[in-house]
């Protein structure tokens, strides 16, 4: 399974962005779980959203309410949809996947929130 992660960028504080991950190398149906993780400046690494193959979501209590994470089968991507961004959300995103035993890490991408 390779990951590409896009969609970061440069953002106010209460704007909204959207991250994209597109998977290749098997079909995200069939993946058992997909997430987004970041990693803040001085932070370790933080489950943000998650989705499974059912379609289960669960979140970060930190962007409950803000983040949306989904998923489009026939584009075989997966989308974390972030609304009234804060500083603190600023991050290096990463998608990540887990797959019959197997976790598979894309590249980062990075959110910057100003104020």
């Known amino acids: 399974v390779q990951l590409q992660a896009s969609g970061g960028g440069l953002v106010q504080a209460g704007r909204s962005l959207r991250l994209s991950c597109a998977a290749s190398?098997?079909?995200?149906?069939?993946?058992?779980?997909m997430h987004w993780y970041r990693q803040g400046p001085g932070n370790g690494r933080e489950l943000v959203a998650r989705i499974t193959s059912g379609g289960s979501t669960n979140y970060a209590d930190s962007v409950k309410g803000r983040f949306t994470i989904s998923r489009d089968n026939a584009k075989n991507t997966v989308y974390l949809q972030m609304s009234d961004l804060k500083p603190e959300d600023t991050a290096v995103y990463y998608c990540?996947?887990?797959?019959?035993?197997?976790?598979?890490w894309g590249q980062g991408t990075l959110v910057t929130v100003s104020s």
């Open positions: 990540s996947a887990d797959d019959e035993g197997l976790h598979y």
């Open positions: 190398g098997r079909s995200i149906f069939r993946i058992n779980a």
